[in-house]
């Protein structure tokens, strides 16, 4: 079935230096690719998204970057700051144009 | 942008009762709109698809008699936990798609959630 991997689940990064996180998908007609920022308690908040047609996309501080042929995509948060404390989830459209998320990742960065 | 609107923000109710919550989108119509389920410290799970004016999409595992789904306007899901027991407790989270012509065909907006726990 339609699957989103995600890892690590935790991560740990000291403030100012880059946080990376990856996800797999299953299905291969996947064509949208949103990732996600939530705080406790909190919806869930679009950062960034990357369609299937392009390869890499970037915005400020953080940058998208898609593999269609190995099924893989990648969150890159560079000069992480305080607030950028949450737990983030990739995720990827499945049939019918659902989406599917990955299991988070919970983001801390060190003062 | 688009906003899309949960009622309640919380409920509490007892074991054996029924709970409704509402999904609306305020600035655009939604034909198609999605429940999710959070438990803490997991992720967001897909229960079902609510296509206006049809049957809402069950994903696998998920009772559609327990979790009844109604989309009767363009505006308007609501999903209503049947018999809830302690188990039912979780975040339930709504979103839509703006299907207009201005809208982000894929883009899915979120509601705020809804924190039942039943006791």
């Known amino acids: 079935g339609e699957n989103v991997e995600q890892h690590p689940s935790t991560l740990s990064v000291q403030e100012g230096d880059s946080a990376v996180i990856k996800c797999t998908y299953s299905?291969?007609?996947?064509?949208?690719f949103p990732w996600y920022k939530q705080e406790l308690g909190k919806r869930p908040q679009l950062i960034i998204d990357?369609?299937?047609?392009?390869g890499e996309k970037k915005d400020q501080r953080i940058a998208v970057t898609l593999n269609k042929t190995a099924k893989h995509f990648s969150l890159h948060i560079t000069e992480t700051q305080p607030e950028d404390s949450a737990v983030y989830f990739c995720?990827?459209?499945?049939?019918?144009?659902?989406?599917?998320f990955g299991s988070g990742t919970r983001l801390s960065i060190r003062p | 942008g688009a906003v899309v609107s949960q009622h309640p923000s919380w409920v509490i109710c007892k074991s054996g009762t029924s709970v409704k919550i509402e999904c609306r989108s305020l600035?655009?119509?939604?034909?198609?709109m999605f429940w999710y389920r959070q438990f803490p410290k997991q992720s967001l799970m897909l229960m079902a698809t609510?296509?206006?004016?049809?049957?809402?999409?069950?994903e696998q595992g998920v009772e559609k008699d327990k979790f009844l789904i109604n989309h009767a306007s363009l505006t308007l899901s609501t999903l209503t936990v049947t018999s809830a027991h302690p188990e039912d407790s979780s975040f339930y989270i709504c979103?839509?798609?703006?299907?207009?012509?201005?809208?982000?065909?894929?883009?899915?907006?979120f509601g705020p959630g809804t924190r039942l726990t039943v006791t």
């Open positions: 979103s839509a798609r703006d299907l207009t012509s201005r809208g982000d065909l894929y883009e899915q907006y």
């Open positions: 299905d291969s007609a996947s064509n949208y």
């Open positions: 990357i369609r299937s047609n392009v």
């Open positions: 995720a990827a459209t499945g049939s019918a144009s659902k989406i599917i």
């Open positions: 600035d655009f119509q939604a034909t198609t």
């Open positions: 609510s296509n206006e004016g049809s049957k809402a999409t069950y």
